[in-house]
DNA sequence: GACTGGCACTTGACCCAGGGGAGTGCCAAC
DNA sequence: GTTGGCACTCCCCTGGGTCAAGTGCCAGTC
């Protein structure tokens, strides 16, 4: 038996599979593919796939479906890339261009990759602990208010208030920014929060409380876990594909998406590369039947944070990993670009 | 024929549909409502309710459930205020004390709306147009780059980067500051935007290029639509309440909750009084069986923005009602002080 | 006139059996 | 290694029959 011909069985059964949503049978397999064997060959090799757990049956009458171990193999190495058509191309581009900021390229981002891969798409923003600091900015206000301003290699924009017990002198404010930006000018974040910790003793004892305040308030700002948490969901809609079955298929997945530190795990680390998680792979026992495609995206060859596309199983890989990492391309050149 | 028994018969209909989800008949309904007279009493009230409109039967040996008009009925005039428990009252607080700006109270307040009533809640961002400026900065960046930072009454911090032709000088950058600042504070952002326009000949021809393009950035920032349309979806996972026929009650409510400018349309204009939109009422067609409770927000006493829940008809409207307005009263209160 | 008990009727929900069809596994033959 | 044939399995659909809930109506009572 030729092991090349039960690989390519496995491949029309996954294409098949997924273009249908149903079990697909010997004959049928034949039909629409030309193996140039009889049905009962291929039924000799379904037993042998089925043996190796690529493929099982929903019943003992039914067609074959593939198995997370067959999507694996499917994806690892008998998936052809499907290069992204130029009307795809175009409309990433076009949604993309006009994003005023990083808020609006996120968003923009996150809709064009549900509309391309008819999933749900998910969109981690930029880290702030994997930036630079590009820019710090100190504004006195009114009374004793002080206006903070971050702004990272990312393009993000981060400000804070501060509540000054008293009004700083415009020395001490001028002083502060020139050293503030001597210490953190172009450091990553938590390492620019390290640099400023250290530097409140440089300041005379007087100023003290106003450099504490505001230095500890710009290192809260740098190590803010909560930011780094951030995450763009867009494409509820398209949960309508995950299946019929409401409370085992669709239910898990809303339920995911409400919760950041689960979509933050099923994003997972922001490794370079694109990932596909399939089933038990995705660490979540709930998302039986949903497959998670992502990859890490950045400006310049630095990963800043993820995006991805969660959705079933029986998607269409090929078609998902092109919109993936294209989506990933071009939100890593806008956010260069702000 | 007593009218009110008629009306008592109604609410009670309304509740125990409410509560069970099912048709309710006149046995059980004398049962677990005291009503002192038999079940055929109450039959012959239900054909006078059905007859004006009030219930329907979905079929001839079925209970009956309130029509949109029921529950209409039942809001105006014969609900309950049903006030917060205590424990309710503390989840709101300490959800949103903590809150370290707009954004974060945006985000805070969605989720604790949807956790409180069990549904689909939507906040929208403070208006811009609605809001004032309360300080606005102009500070160099490295090279000829600008950034442009607006705070508004409500918290909000928008901020622009502009490209200049040529690195503006910092005199020029300081008079600039003082005669912005002069213009625009206090002034409500289209205002704001108009004074702008006109100081642009005030200042000499040479630094005409420099002043216009930072000068229309504020104007663009000032009346830029897109984020006064900004809002936050919380608890699609309550989605499962709406009922169990995914196509034709869950996917429209999926569909509008991804479409901001419907979204927009469902909270409507931000009256200041509490809204309930039932069925057809929502002007979203295919909204049919759900129904929309929203608010106007704001610090002190001006409407900000919206805050709602949408839920299925068959909601219990005066928990909704009761949780909608004691979030947007803290909401309100939340951001005044930021 | 309003209320009540009784009763026939309607209708969806549930269960069960039987036929049809798709697909399989196996086997003998090539 | 491949193929055609064939018996078998099991889901799906349909139809009929029962059941329970609830109704509408009517005659009688207060």
Do not use: W
Request: glycine share 6%.
């Amino acid at each position: 038996m030729s092991d090349d011909r039960r690989l390519d069985v496995l491949r029309a059964i996954v294409e098949d599979y997924v273009a249908t949503q149903e079990p697909v049978g010997s004959r049928s397999l034949v039909e629409r593919h030309h193996l140039g064997v009889s049905p009962a060959t291929i039924r000799n090799d379904m037993v042998a796939l089925e043996d190796e757990g690529y493929i099982t049956q929903p019943h003992t009458s039914a067609g074959r479906i593939p198995t997370d171990k067959g999507y694996r193999m499917f994806v690892d190495r008998l998936a052809t890339v499907k290069p992204l058509s130029p009307a795809e191309r175009r409309a990433i581009e076009t949604f993309l261009t006009g994003a005023v900021d990083v808020d609006d390229v996120v968003q923009r981002s996150v809709r064009v990759l549900a509309q391309l891969t008819n999933q749900v798409a998910i969109v981690q923003y930029p880290s702030l602990t994997r930036s630079t600091v590009r820019h710090i900015e100190v504004v006195a206000l009114e009374g004793s208010r002080v206006l903070l301003v971050v702004i990272t290699s990312s393009g993000r924009v981060e400000q804070r208030i501060v509540e000054l017990v008293e009004t700083p002198s415009d020395q001490l404010l001028s002083d502060l920014r020139a050293r503030i930006g001597r210490a953190t000018l172009g450091e990553r974040l938590p390492e620019a929060s390290l640099r400023l910790a250290d530097m409140i003793e440089t300041f005379d004892v007087n100023d003290r409380p106003v450099v504490t305040a505001i230095v500890t308030t710009l290192s809260q700002t740098f190590t803010n876990e909560r930011s780094d948490e951030r995450i763009a969901v867009g494409g509820a809609a398209n949960l309508v594909r995950f299946g019929s079955d409401f409370d085992t298929a669709i239910r898990p997945v809303l339920e995911a998406i409400e919760e950041q530190v689960v979509l933050l795990k099923l994003l997972g680390e922001a490794t370079s590369g694109l990932t596909v998680r399939i089933g038990a792979e995705t660490g979540n026992d709930s998302l039986v039947g949903t497959a998670v495609v992502s990859t890490a995206y950045g400006a310049d060859d630095q990963a800043l944070a993820t995006l991805g596309t969660v959705g079933p199983t029986r998607m269409d890989y090929p078609a998902t990993m092109a919109a993936v990492s294209a989506v990933a391309r071009y939100v890593g050149r806008s956010l260069a670009d702000t």
